[in-house]
């Protein structure tokens, strides 16, 4: 007979499981539908989910909303081209590279780990000062960070070529290579949120002052979780220029921030679920509406939607979620096989 | 510094005071940050070439006299945010500070995607009093007459909002939501009317931001106002989230600070002029966490 | 928006028919929804004309062109999936959105398939061998060439000896334009550049640059205004109103009369163009063009943005006539060794370094009273170099 409370510990441990097993089922539908253009559209919804599992980490567990998490996605994007770039290519795109990263030309899983621990490091050093404030307070810093890493990015032309895109990255994002990233970011974010630290934080997001009564230091698990939600928003960042093959600060700005949010609130930001059925959802939703606009044939009659119409139905539809479900597609609920399932093989799963 | 820099700084400051006002009106009594701010500044502007949308704008309701069609722009500010209100947010009362937020910037997007469908993505010439351009000499400042209204009419609504929250009821309700909503609501404050009535004054202020910005540039585009409800939005909680006269003066500090960078720092380092605002804005919240006109009620309880 | 949609539903109903087994395909994968869209549509509807008309006379190879597109929806990532849908729908040269950022996503998708690619109108050096690849290329002028342009035409026709130099730092062809202004002016006998500053697009108010540029003990002769809209339009009414009457100098980018409102009677201010939308220009063939746009759409070109789209077919059909082949290798063979091949709109160059012009013959368009009207044309006496174009 196993405890009510070891039950629910193993149900818990299985909701990394079953989210990687959701996202391999929609890999593999994606695929079996046979067009390239699916498959690059899995390929980015995965990216996605890196992305947002890893903003995640830091905004569920916290309660503090983040803008500045695009930008870590850039610093990851960049980092990742300066390493891998040929260096002829850099000597003519970006000739103000230090000696070091403008001989560079590693393999392409350490460049977007580097790219993923820069932003980390970035994290750290920002966050250690930003994660002082409270509430919104903090989340206009953040604003504010993006806004200067932006600004520096879009003008240190000789370093990171300015507004003019850099181009050329190695474009290996497949699904697979998506789907890898996605699934490791998961089950950090799984053990993160089961770990003490992030237990505490989530105390401290629920009831600050019980939480500091409790002997809860607020702001060291904070910066944590910020670190290493910076690291899979960098490594997300890497992902997204090698899927693009071309990179932009423009392209982790307020757009990126304002969808990683959506998607997020969407999903319901009370779970790690929510995140990850948020990306799906929305991914899903602009897919059908694109294709919607390009023309769906029935019979000799084809019914398109006008163009530009898609970002109209979609934020309309979002607005309506918003209102019929308040915390999102999940409110709050992971996603976990049902306790008669883990109770039954308890000795083999633990 | 010289008075010319003194009046550079107050035209754009007098614009993001008045923007920050917008935002910070409705943060007060429903702890939303209407991101759909910029949005109404652009349907305002739009409003002008109503009901126009040829690729050369012709003045619509532009073309009528100003007493005409000041109140009009101004009305039309007013009940489109009262209409949002009323379609997306009282629904979403209940709804978290974030989802909240989320859902204004829903809103926004469709607003913008609405006017890019009718529109078009290509720019359209406005060519709104453009006597108010004139250069007019002070002292050793040669200041275009259109910056010394807009400086004027930034004071004048300053004044009379203020005259309004200190006078009517409507105003004193609002200030009470704004210190303690739950409490004023057990007081006996409306909160619809409260809350519409901060949108409907919400709304206006973003039509007198695009009345000012189609009057200083002469364009219409439907990108307009995103960047002005940004620094709106900083505005606000670098003033002190909650705080009105915390947020005008914010938006004027951020507006003049903006402008002294420009005057002050070197040509090579002028690209990054928002890097060392923004940077500024850091600095300031870790100095001043609660902003730097926190009102009484926003002190955490540890 | 009328005069906007007409050329999509055109678009739509050329590629609707049904098509035999051994037509052409080119693939279009530009914004048909989005800001970008205002920009590609026309110059994508100039293509069309000159498909229709290469249709007309037999084809091309002997086989007649059928056009597919894909939507953009001006997003980097949308773009290399349009580019992937164009493919899939048999495309065997790509026309891709007329920005380098929005495009090069597609055009990258072109040239892993060994396909020939052209920008609709991107004007950097990048969106062809230096960025995406041997087979891009890009019927426009450079930037770095219009701002070089302004440079030489104003000092040796207007006595411009004193510019002042004002950058908005919003996009890259802003800077491009700057980079071949700053190149070539202080080169020139007697001109100085005696100040220069940066604005963004989007700012409310451009005060205190304007107050820089009256602080000068001399007002300049020329400013050189790197932007677009609707930033330079803001930055036009704002510098006329606060009294600053230099000679405006621009970029091919503010051609068009559909913003002039903005500054009533707008004097003194210039823009090289590749051909005049304004019914004045020397060649006949580019009234037959404007003529046959209007005929199409039921309006003129808004602006000179149009014609590149008609250059690139032009151009590319001329080098598959040579090549007899559409193969990628082979096409960008013939075009790069065009030297000086005539079009409707001057003559064009491409070679082995560059997919691009990097000199052409512009025409000069000055706007007086309100009233934009050609005044000259002008031909750079060198080319602007390699290494200026790419900022080395």
Not at chain 1, 262 to 280: D, K, Y
Not at chain 2, 148 to 161: H, T
Request: glycine letters at 10%; hydrophobic letters at 55%.
């Amino acid at each position: 007979m196993t405890s009510q409370h070891r039950i629910r510990r193993r149900m818990t441990a299985t909701t990394p499981v079953v989210l990687s097993l959701l996202l391999l089922l929609f890999v593999l539908a994606a695929l079996s539908l046979g067009d390239r253009a699916m498959a690059r559209m899995a390929a980015e919804t995965l990216i996605r989910v890196t992305f947002v599992v890893g903003f995640w980490v830091f905004v569920g567990n916290s309660g503090v909303v983040s803008f500045g998490h695009a930008a870590f996605g850039c610093i990851g994007a960049y980092v990742s081209a300066w390493l891998t770039l040929r260096p002829e290519m850099k000597a003519t795109l970006l000739p103000g590279l230090p000696e070091v990263i403008a001989a560079a030309d590693w393999h392409v899983l350490p460049a977007a780990v580097a790219g993923g621990g820069v932003a980390a490091l970035v994290a750290l050093l920002t966050g250690a000062a930003i994660l002082r404030l409270s509430g919104i307070a903090a989340s206009i810093a953040t604003f504010a960070f993006l806004a200067m890493v932006n600004t520096i990015w879009a003008n240190w032309t000789s370093v990171t070529g300015g507004t003019s895109s850099v181009v050329g990255l190695e474009r290996y994002v497949t699904p697979w290579v998506a789907l890898g990233w996605a699934v490791a970011a998961i089950l950090v974010a799984a053990l993160h949120a089961a770990s003490a630290s992030g237990l505490a934080l989530r105390a401290a997001r629920e009831d600050e002052v019980a939480a500091a009564a409790s002997g809860i230091d607020r702001y060291r698990h904070r910066l944590l979780a910020y670190t290493l939600s910076a690291f899979f928003c960098g490594s997300g960042g890497a992902l997204m220029g090698h899927f693009i093959g071309v990179i932009n600060p423009d392209g982790f700005y307020l757009g990126l921030t304002f969808l990683m949010l959506a998607m997020v609130v969407i999903g319901g930001v009370g779970s790690l679920s929510g995140a990850v059925v948020g990306v799906l959802a929305l991914s899903i939703a602009v897919e059908g509406l694109v294709r919607l606009e390009k023309g769906i044939s029935v019979g000799a009659v084809t019914f398109a939607l006008p163009p530009g119409s898609q970002e109209i139905i979609l934020a309309v539809a979002m607005i309506l979620i918003l209102i019929f479900r308040p915390a999102g597609l999940m409110a709050g609920r992971e996603v976990m096989l049902p306790a008669r399932w883990v109770a039954g093989r308890a000795s083999r799963e633990t | 510094m010289s008075l010319q820099l003194v009046f550079d700084a107050l035209a754009l400051g007098g614009i993001y005071a008045v923007a920050a006002l917008g935002i910070a009106l409705i943060f007060g009594v429903m702890r939303l940050v209407n991101f759909a701010h910029g949005q109404f500044i652009a349907c305002a502007v739009f409003a002008l070439i109503v009901p126009s949308t040829d690729a050369l704008a012709v003045l619509g309701l532009g073309a009528l006299p100003a007493p005409v069609l000041v109140p009009l722009i101004l009305l039309i500010g007013a009940g489109l945010a009262v209409l949002a209100e009323a379609l997306v947010f009282r629904p979403m009362r209940n709804a978290s500070p974030v989802a909240l937020m989320v859902g204004s910037f829903a809103l926004g997007v469709a607003l913008q995607n609405l006017l890019l469908a009718l529109y078009g993505g290509r720019p359209k010439a406005v060519s709104l009093w453009a006597e108010l351009g004139q250069p007019v000499q002070i002292a050793s400042a040669s200041v275009p007459l259109l910056q010394l209204i807009v400086i004027a009419a930034v004071a004048v609504i300053l004044a009379g909002l203020a005259l309004m929250l200190r006078k009517s009821r409507l105003g004193l309700e609002m200030r009470a939501a704004a210190e303690d909503f739950t409490m004023a609501r057990m007081l006996g404050v409306r909160s619809n009317r409260v809350i519409s009535g901060a949108f409907a004054l919400s709304g206006g202020l973003a039509a007198v931001v695009a009345l000012v910005l189609v009057a200083q540039t002469g364009v219409a585009d439907v990108r307009m106002g995103g960047q002005i409800m940004l620094v709106a939005f900083i505005a606000t909680v670098v003033g002190g989230m909650g705080s009105l006269s915390g947020a005008v003066a914010a938006g004027l500090g951020i507006g003049a600070a903006s402008a002294l960078l420009q005057a002050g720092l070197p040509a090579d380092a002028r690209p990054f002029r928002d890097a060392f605002l923004y940077g500024g804005v850091i600095l300031v919240l870790l100095f001043r966490p609660q902003g730097l006109f926190a009102p009484v009620g926003a002190k955490p309880r540890v | 928006m009328k005069g906007l949609f007409r050329p999509i539903l055109a678009l739509a109903a050329l590629s609707a028919p049904a098509f035999a087994e051994d037509d052409l395909t080119i693939g279009f994968a530009i914004a048909k929804s989005g800001w970008m869209e205002a920009y590609d549509t026309p110059a994508a509807t100039a293509a069309m004309i000159r498909i229709e008309e290469i249709n007309a006379a037999g084809g091309l190879l002997g086989r007649q062109i059928r056009v597919v597109e894909a939507d953009t929806r001006t997003d980097r990532a949308e773009s290399a999936k349009a580019g992937l849908d164009v493919l899939d729908q048999g495309a065997e040269m790509m026309v891709v959105s007329c920005d380098y950022d929005f495009g090069a996503p597609a055009a990258l998708v072109a040239e892993g398939e060994g396909m020939n690619s052209f920008f609709l109108c991107a004007e950097d050096a990048k969106a062809g061998i230096q960025g995406v690849g041997p087979n891009s290329f890009s019927s426009s002028v450079l930037a770095p060439v219009q701002g070089a342009t302004m440079a030489e035409w104003a000092h040796a026709r207007r006595e411009a000896r004193t510019a002042y130099v004002l950058e908005d730092t919003f996009i890259e062809y802003n800077k491009g334009i700057c980079t071949g202004f700053n190149w070539m002016f202080p080169q020139l006998e007697g001109a100085q550049i005696v100040g220069s500053d940066t604005f963004k697009n989007d700012d409310a108010s451009i005060a205190s640059q304007i107050t820089r540029i009256k602080e000068l003990p001399d007002q300049p002769d020329v400013i050189m205004l790197c932007s677009v809209m609707p930033g330079a339009a803001a930055a036009v009414r704002q510098l006329r109103a606060a009294g600053i009457n230099s000679l405006i100098l621009n970029g091919s980018a503010v051609d068009g009369s559909y913003w002039l409102e903005a500054t009533p009677d707008l004097s003194g201010f210039v823009v090289p163009v590749q051909g005049s939308i304004y019914g004045d220009d020397p060649r006949p063939e580019v009234e037959a063009f404007n003529k046959a746009y209007e005929a199409k759409t039921g309006s003129r070109p808004a602006s000179q943005y149009a014609y590149p789209g008609y250059v690139l077919i032009d151009l590319w059909a001329k080098a598959v006539e040579r090549a007899g082949t559409v193969d990628g290798a082979a096409v960008t063979a013939e075009l790069e060794k065009m030297r000086d091949e005539p079009t409707a709109f001057g003559p064009r160059s491409f070679t082995a370094d560059l997919h691009h012009q990097n000199t052409a013959l512009m025409q000069i368009i000055e706007i007086t009273g309100g009233k934009p009207a050609r005044a000259d044309e002008w031909r750079v006496s060198q080319p602007v170099p390699l290494d200026v174009l790419m900022k080395k």
